[in-house]
């Protein structure tokens, strides 16, 4: 090697005064209910980070990105803060259809970006990356996780109908929850599929076909916005007390929706994450930061902010484990993007792994409204919390095709932890 070439690769690993990240998030728009938050989230973390001397001594400076401006002005703004301001790690995106156009880019640009918050299994299974990650589940662990809570609590319905956002998202999580209801449950008659627009304001539509039909299962794996306005008129027409609700992103809306929510309904939480997480909900690293995120926001956190916190956890323990691996020194891109893959570490609850393809294992955990004194909200009973590797494909298979596969028996897994019901 050349004395200038030597000298080229060791400016390019040198410690940077600063590390630059950018954070794509939903800070306008029907979305922003669950996109501020999570950006409120990260500029806590990042501030603790930095005041505890940042990663190895750097500090951490994060550019956001509003994810509400559509898909092609996210691209470029994406591309401008990678190629012109230097940002080293993208933590990119909410919306599955912008994780579909991001990942292909990331790659290009050979920048790590960490799929922070949306669910597509697809964008980690039809290609694999070197620099994308997910810290956090995929649809197929949300859904399989989903019906097997339903068919565990309200195992006797014989209807379902489904009102989810039209694209990626909806469209593939219904794929995935209605493939893995055949295998399990093959009498169930689907009544209805509902794909109203995203960001939609009025669901009357849907409403009144769904009173017509009387389905005694309806599913709707929407979130934000759009899940909390259709709760809000289901309520206001009594659907929501004629059927049972099955709302797997829930979670999210629980403070929002307040008394609008009955007992009863099923929320899962995407992933385990919630406030009032049974087995930690006194482990003073959630507790401290369920304190600290009220004190400034004056709400509980919610999942979003959940993942924010374990994409943010997940790229310091890359970091540090490439540093480990890189003798001390501060590690190249390529370097961290490897690290990622395999590693093992703990966000804000339980532990997380990430896979040889870039997908994360993330527990699921699910439960059932119920009003308390203690609360001006509905809090989960009945919580059950499912294991990532018992409901995620295998590495190298279509969740579409694995979830077919599924045998009753993953029903009465002991591996499936319950927790007591709440007294009354």
């Known amino acids: 090697m050349s004395a200038t070439a030597s000298g080229s690769a060791q400016a390019q690993n040198a410690k940077p005064a600063e590390l630059k990240i950018g954070i794509t998030t939903f800070t306008s728009g029907p979305a922003s209910v669950f996109g501020v938050p999570a950006k409120q989230a990260a500029e806590i973390y990042i501030d603790d980070l930095n005041a505890a ?7 951490v400076v994060p550019t956001f990105i509003d994810e509400g401006v559509g898909g092609d002005k996210l691209l470029s703004e994406y591309r401008r803060v990678v190629q012109e301001q230097g940002v080293k790690v993208m933590f990119g995106a909410i919306s599955s259809g912008s994780c579909n156009i991001i990942a292909p880019v990331a790659e290009d640009l050979k920048v790590l970006n960490i799929l922070w918050d949306c669910g597509t299994e697809k964008v980690l299974e039809e290609k694999r ?5 997910r810290t956090q589940a995929n649809a197929t662990t949300e859904m ?25 998202w909806g469209r593939d999580s219904w794929e995935l929850f209605s493939h893995t209801l055949k295998v399990l449950k093959p009498d169930v008659k689907v009544v209805a599929e509902l794909f109203p627009k995203f960001g939609a304001s009025d669901f009357s539509t849907e409403i009144s076909r769904l009173q017509a039909l009387r389905p005694d299962v309806i599913l709707s794996t929407s979130w934000g916005g759009d899940l909390d306005t259709f709760v809000r008129q289901s309520a206001q027409r009594g659907l929501i007390k004629n059927s049972q609700f099955v709302l797997p992103l829930a979670e999210s809306s629980l403070e929002r929706l307040g008394t609008t929510l009955p007992d009863g309904v099923i929320v899962g939480a995407r992933g385990d994450h919630y ?3 049974p087995e930690l909900k006194d482990d003073p690293k959630l507790k401290n930061f369920v304190q600290k995120f009220k004190a400034k926001t004056g709400s509980y956190p919610i999942y979003s902010v959940y993942h924010m916190i374990q994409a943010l956890d997940g790229m310091v323990s890359g970091y540090d484990k490439a540093i480990k691996a890189n003798k001390g020194q501060w590690p190249s891109t390529e370097q961290l993007a490897d690290a990622m893959h395999g590693l093992n570490f703990r966000g804000l609850t339980r532990e997380v792994k990430i896979r040889a393809d870039g997908q994360g294992l993330e527990d699921q955990l699910l439960g059932i409204t119920k009003k308390t004194a203690a609360y001006p909200f509905p809090i989960l009973d009945k919580v059950e919390i499912y294991p990532a590797e018992l409901i995620t494909a295998p590495v190298g298979q279509k969740s579409v095709d694995w979830v077919k596969t599924i045998k009753p028996e993953i029903l009465r897994d ?11």
């Open 53 to 59: 001397g940042g990663i190895n001594g750097v500090k």
């Open 129 to 133: 990356y070197r620099y994308v990650v």
């Open 144 to 168: 399989v996780a989903s019906v097997l809570y339903l068919l565990r609590q309200k195992p006797n319905f014989k209807t379902i109908a489904v009102v989810n956002q039209d694209y990626a």
């Open 275 to 277: 406030f009032l997480h």
């Open 414 to 424: 002991p591996k499936i932890k319950t927790f007591p019901a709440l007294a009354n």
